[in-house]
């Protein structure tokens, strides 16, 4: 079985005032980390040195408990790479960006004609509509695939399919906007024109 890791010195102390084998003046009412920073530094020291062996000794168990299960090193190597790639990917994404993240199958599916047919699908919503209808037909097992794809992609890879996609419907977005922007300032010329 696994070593836990031991406690600190300041959890040595806090769990031997909670089941009193300290004692201390309760009428006074003070919360325990102000009672820890009251304690004499040779007092905190000896807290420190139990703490400090007892973390040596964890550690000697802990290497011998990785000899005798390698398997288990890897896979806490794995879990840590990958919490460390989530960080990465959460904070290298916006908000909207994050969102993507619950619909990685939709995103694969636009990116893959996106790169296949990159001059072909300009952003407007006849060719999102067409892309969703054609996702839509796809059944579970192809989705998963699609997951599974974006899963075994590296974070950076992750990343940059996110902010692909979100360029693409950025894009067509914006030049929505653009486009009635444009048709408001031809309508005021006409406008302008017919009151002259």
Do not use: C
């Amino acid at each position: 079985m696994k070593p836990v890791q031991p406690a600190s010195a300041y959890l040595i102390f806090q769990s031997q005032i909670k089941s009193g084998q300290i004692e201390y003046n309760k009428e006074e009412n003070k919360p325990v980390p102000q009672l820890w920073l009251e304690l004499p530094p040779q007092q905190q020291e000896i807290y420190k040195q139990q703490a400090k062996e007892a973390y040596d000794l964890y550690k000697i168990q802990l290497q011998k408990f990785y000899d005798d299960n390698p398997a288990e090193k890897e896979k806490e190597e794995k879990l840590k790479q990958q919490r460390k790639e989530k960080k990465l990917i959460t904070n290298s994404l916006d908000r909207t960006q994050i969102k993507m993240l619950e619909m990685t199958d939709l995103v694969m599916y636009t990116l893959g004609h996106l790169y296949i047919f990159p001059d072909q699908l300009k952003q407007t919503p006849k060719i999102k509509s067409i892309i969703k209808a054609g996702f839509d037909k796809l059944d579970e097992a192809e989705k998963e695939k699609l997951q599974q794809a974006f899963a075994d992609m590296s974070g950076l890879q992750q990343i940059q399919a996110i902010k692909d996609y979100d360029q693409w419907f950025t894009r067509r977005v914006i030049k929505k906007e653009a486009d009635v922007k444009q048709e408001g300032d031809k309508a005021e010329v006409q406008e302008g024109d017919q009151q002259a």
